[in-house]
């Protein structure tokens, strides 16, 4: 199985020259670590930061300088910082090329939940309502089994929805799957996971199409 930060390793593959991408919180924060220096791209954060760069080395954190998770971060040559109103209208607008998620869940119709558990406090959806609205390419980096080791991957949410029908691609520990008109279809399986293993993880019904090939992390 995949830790988080190859997880994110292999959502970076998905990283075109000259996009404009925003990372969620949680895994999606640590794409920017994976994405070749030869690349040009911008990373957005919906508090109203262009042109982050990969996580700053222990010693080397600025306080003033955040992500929309209050996680300390880097910036590139030529980054640039404006209000959140700025920021919103940038995502609302369909200028962001590239969005990556966390999720609790993951329908097989592309529904996500992502911000609220039942019973516990929250401030509020934040920034996702308008992202997933928005993006018309969101791949979501979340891991397949929670803490109690039912599937994530679902026929149906049943956490509060953040979106309908708006997921693309999902990377978790195990697999790499996408979103069809038909249910999730299996494109990669993580080094040393078979297929049987992960249909056992899996709540939703896979399409499967032939032999699955291993993800490429390097």
């Known amino acids: 199985m995949l830790t988080k930060e190859q997880i994110a390793k292999r959502i970076a593959k998905e990283v075109k020259d000259g996009f404009y991408v925003n990372l969620g919180i949680g895994i999606p924060t640590l794409v920017a670590n994976y994405v070749p220096q030869n690349l040009n791209v911008e990373f957005q954060s919906e508090n109203g930061i262009l042109g982050m760069g990969p996580f700053p080395y222990e010693g080397e954190e600025d306080a003033?300088?955040?992500?929309?998770?209050?996680?300390?971060?880097?910036?590139?040559?030529?980054?640039?910082?404006?209000?959140?109103?700025?920021?919103?209208?940038m995502i609302r607008s369909q200028k962001v090329d590239l969005t990556i998620l966390g999720a609790m869940e993951v329908s097989e119709k592309g529904d996500i939940a992502n911000w609220k558990i039942p019973g516990k406090m929250v401030k509020g959806m934040g920034g996702a309502m308008d992202l997933v609205a928005s993006a018309e390419n969101i791949i979501v980096a979340m891991m397949h089994v929670n803490k109690a080791g039912e599937s994530k991957i679902l026929r149906e949410c049943t956490l509060p929805l953040t979106g309908v029908n708006c997921v693309k691609k999902v990377?978790?520990?195990?697999?790499?799957?996408?979103?069809?008109?038909?249910?999730?279809?299996?494109?990669e399986?993580?080094?040393?996971?078979?297929?049987?293993?992960?249909?056992?993880?899996?709540?939703?019904?896979?399409?499967?199409?032939?032999?699955?090939?291993?993800?490429q992390l390097d």
Do not use: Y
Not at 171 to 182: G, I, K, M, S
Not at 194 to 215: Q, Y
């Open 189 to 215: 399986r993580a080094p040393g996971v078979s297929v049987e293993d992960i249909i056992k993880a899996t709540e939703a019904d896979l399409i499967i199409e032939g032999d699955i090939p291993e993800m």
């Open 64 to 89: 003033d300088l955040i992500n929309a998770g209050k996680q300390t971060i880097t910036m590139l040559p030529g980054g640039s910082f404006f209000d959140s109103a700025f920021s919103f209208g």
């Open 171 to 187: 990377v978790t520990e195990l697999a790499v799957l996408e979103v069809t008109p038909n249910g999730f279809k299996l494109l």
